[in-house]
């Protein structure tokens, strides 16, 4: 039977805007979330070490800047190894939203950092840099966080 008439139940909360333009409302959200990092764990690992590691196929060697079990193009098995400290900027984008763990944090920017020999690009936060001083090719270095968060964001790139 279709109810033509069904609504969704509504309360009497409305949202609490901060900007109009652009758009910025408040929401809350809060969850505590268990996973695991099954074989990326040890990328993760090596992120308290100071190192940053890549994936490379051992069968056609495409060598990934992101961790990844089998290889996108021929389906083999990869092997670790570890990513230059330094790279380049390939491209960026300045974020003026971000979750609620970086809301306070914006603008912040991103990058997408290449690596000599390696096939693809590692995305990042630039710190020590505005966007007007950002452009490609620009020299970055990876730095690490002092107390590891086990997240991708315990590893950051700043100018070089």
Not at 41 to 61: D, I, P
Not at 135 to 142: F, H, I, K, L
């Amino acid at each position: 039977m279709i109810d033509r008439n069904a609504k969704l139940p509504e309360d009497d909360r409305g949202a609490t805007v901060f900007s109009v333009d652009p758009l910025i409302v408040k929401e809350h959200y809060e969850a505590d979330y268990y996973h695991s990092y099954a074989q990326d764990s040890e990328f993760f690992r090596a992120l308290g070490r100071g190192v940053l590691l890549g994936s490379e196929c051992k069968r056609c060697r495409v060598r990934y800047a992101t961790p990844r079990a089998h290889c996108m193009r021929c389906g083999g098995r990869t092997e670790w190894f570890q990513l230059p400290p330094r790279g380049r900027v390939h491209t960026f984008t300045t974020c003026y939203f971000g979750s609620e763990e970086f809301l306070n944090e914006t603008p912040y920017n991103l990058v997408m950092v290449e690596f000599d020999g390696v096939d693809t690009l590692f995305l990042g936060r630039l710190v020590g840099a505005s966007t007007e001083d950002i452009y490609v090719g620009m020299p970055v270095r990876a730095r690490f966080r002092r107390l590891q968060r086990f997240r991708v964001t315990d590893v950051y790139f700043v100018p070089e």
